[in-house]
């Protein structure tokens, strides 16, 4: 009869701590070599995947085939509406073919490793990890980082009174206390925010990540 060896506390501890956060191969991964370095029982993938289901911890929300654009966004830690905007492209939208049910809509992983294979551009300017939590592909994730280190464009924004410059129309806006929209409509009009009195103008060339928080 076979034997299953109870989990311990620190085992648990240590992959509840990643449950949620981390692509499963990247999990099992890590939980692999943490428990070599413990002198751990080894733990197959079927058993590690079966104790998060137990536990109601299936990281299937991101380690999925499908990912909403938000969770794309989270993975990559960029503002949603910068992933919004790359399937406003014709040529982008081609690649990924986001499904939409109801107002979600979800991409294919398999899609993204198209992308970054395609137009590598596009996802310029994330670090390697990022890049990995995404593609689940550590070589092509190295690769678009390597070659690829300033982010497609610029999206940042310049408050013309006082010179400053924020990340994004949403730094900008939580800076403020006033919406997203209210600046970026303010940018395409070309005119200053009416309830700030303030006029902002958007920054179109690449550029280094420094940026005034």
């Known amino acids: 009869m076979k034997q299953y060896l109870l ?3 620190a085992e648990a501890d240590y992959l509840d701590s990643m449950a949620g956060d981390v692509p499963f191969p990247e999990l099992v991964e890590r939980f692999h070599r943490h428990a070599k370095r ?3 029982p080894y ?3 079927k058993a590690i995947l079966t104790r998060l289901r137990r536990t109601g911890q299936c990281a299937s929300a991101r380690c999925g085939q499908l990912l909403t654009t938000g969770t794309a966004a989270r993975l990559l830690g960029c503002p949603g509406t910068r992933v919004e905007s790359w399937l406003r492209r ?3 939208a081609a690649i990924l073919q986001p499904r939409r049910v109801g107002t979600i809509r979800y991409i294919e992983r398999s899609a993204w490793r198209q992308l970054a294979r395609e137009m590598p551009r ?4 994330f670090p390697a990890g990022r890049l990995f939590l995404l593609l689940e592909d550590r070589k092509l994730a190295e690769a ?4 690829y280190r300033r982010p497609c464009g610029d999206w940042r924004v310049r408050c013309a009174e006082t010179g400053r ?3 994004s129309c949403g730094a900008a806006a ?3 206390h006033v919406t997203q929209s209210a600046i970026s409509l303010a940018i395409r009009q070309r005119r200053p925010v009416v309830a700030l009195g303030l006029t902002f103008q958007a920054l179109r060339q690449p550029h280094d990540n420094a940026v005034v928080p």
């Open 90 to 92: 014709p040529r982008v």
């Open 38 to 40: 413990q002198r751990w």
């Open 165 to 167: 410059i924020y990340a």
């Open 43 to 45: 733990r197959s993938k």
């Open 7 to 9: 989990w311990s506390a």
């Open 144 to 147: 678009v980082a390597a070659r």
């Open 174 to 176: 939580a800076a403020h």
């Open 122 to 125: 596009v996802l310029g300017g």
